[in-house]
């Protein structure tokens, strides 16, 4: 995975999966489960791998679905603050389009992915993403209203 630490300041280079359900109201979310914040289903790109083989890959890994790419949707870069370290990510954001009949449009609790309880999953409603701890906040009005053209955003956050 590319990801470089230095002191107490980290990089890492992601990608995150837009899953929506079938009628676009609903975005499917995932966190750590030691973590106390939500964010879009995906993980690190792998030295080497291109970012859409990346998304691919990490929701096969994480969900055993096979997806496909509809479009990138939007590159992030953010600064910010977790614990005692500052981290600078970079992330391509794609718009993913579920097997037809997926049993992940089923799920209606909070859920495990196939890693066991590595990761929590669940569907929100787009209206909903701002009541709840998501990072980053700055592209919930992206997931909640997606756009015709790839937006390019940057963030700083830190402290």
Do not use: C
């Not at 676009?24 to 083989?53: A, Q, Y």
């Amino acid at each position: 995975m590319i990801s470089y630490e230095e002191n107490t300041n980290k990089f890492n280079f992601r990608v995150g999966g837009i899953i929506e359900s079938p009628d676009k109201k609903k975005i499917l979310i995932h966190r750590l489960s030691n973590f106390d914040f939500w964010l879009l289903p995906g993980g690190r790109v792998e030295m080497l791998e291109d970012t859409k083989k990346a998304i691919l890959r990490e929701i096969e890994e994480e969900l055993g679905i096979k997806v496909t790419i509809d479009r990138l949707v939007a590159i992030t870069e953010s600064f910010f603050d977790i614990k005692s370290s500052t981290y600078h990510e970079l992330a391509f954001n794609y718009l993913l389009q579920l097997p037809e009949n997926s049993e992940l449009l089923q799920k209606e609790d909070e859920f495990a992915g196939i890693e066991g309880e590595k990761y929590r999953y669940m569907w929100i409603d787009k209206k909903d993403l701002s009541s709840i701890s998501f990072k980053p906040d700055y592209i919930i009005p992206i997931l909640q209203n997606i756009p015709d053209k790839t937006a390019h955003i940057i963030r700083d956050e830190r402290k």
